[in-house]
């Protein structure tokens, strides 16, 4: 049953992104506002079939945190899920930083690339930094979302990678606040697996983080400590052994 589950939903994915593709080329004169939300339908329609074909429910704690003014998102990153999620779910228009080369996906790249985000070349070490602090603090200004992930990859539950400083030099930069995420993704979309489980994920949004005038070591410490300590809230058991 998770087999043929898994390749509804892998067809589903497939038939769907392929006309999207193709309306967003049509409609890529747009004003980019316009354009955004109308892209964003697919992830919306992926984080539905997942909850349609393989039963992957989702609650969201702290929607209070959100603020309404530009900040810079930073989450936890455990599958593929939370992206589409982010993306068809947060009220402001979010902007991903990501590899370059993704743009060259056949139909998924060309819907990326017209939504004017945070392409970045990683081969290029801190002049990728720069260009996202460049780049997102533009995005701050036009009163998007940057939406980075500090641990860079993703991570499988129970585990946690070095938090990067990318995201905390864009904040302080800018004088934006940052809106931390933690969520548990990983327990029923595992990190390159074909097979999904069934389940309920929590997005856990937390307080938001001032930056104006702090350290970035300090504000990024912070960043870890509070997503780190809420994966222990929604997963304890993944943490007996600590």
Known sequence: MAVARAVLYQIFLVVTVIPYAIACLIWAPLPLKLRYRLTVGWPRLAIWGAKVILGIRWQVKGWENLPDEPAVVLSKHQSA????????????????????????????????????????????????VDQ??????????????PLLFPEGTRIAPGKAGRYKMGGTLLAIAAEAPIIPIAHNAGECWPRRAFLKSPGLVTVSIGP????KGRNPAEVNQQVEAWIEGEMRVLNPERYDGE
């Open 81 to 128: 899920w939370e992206t589409m999620f982010f993306a068809a779910h947060l009220p402001r228009n979010v902007c991903f930083v990501y590899k370059r080369e993704l743009h060259r996906i056949p139909f998924f790249g060309w819907g990326l690339a017209l939504l004017r985000m945070i392409p970045i070349d990683r081969a290029k070490g801190r002049d990728a």
């Open 208 to 211: 938001l983080i001032s930056t």
């Open 132 to 145: 996202v602090i460049r780049v997102g603090r533009q995005r701050l200004e036009e009163g998007r979302w």
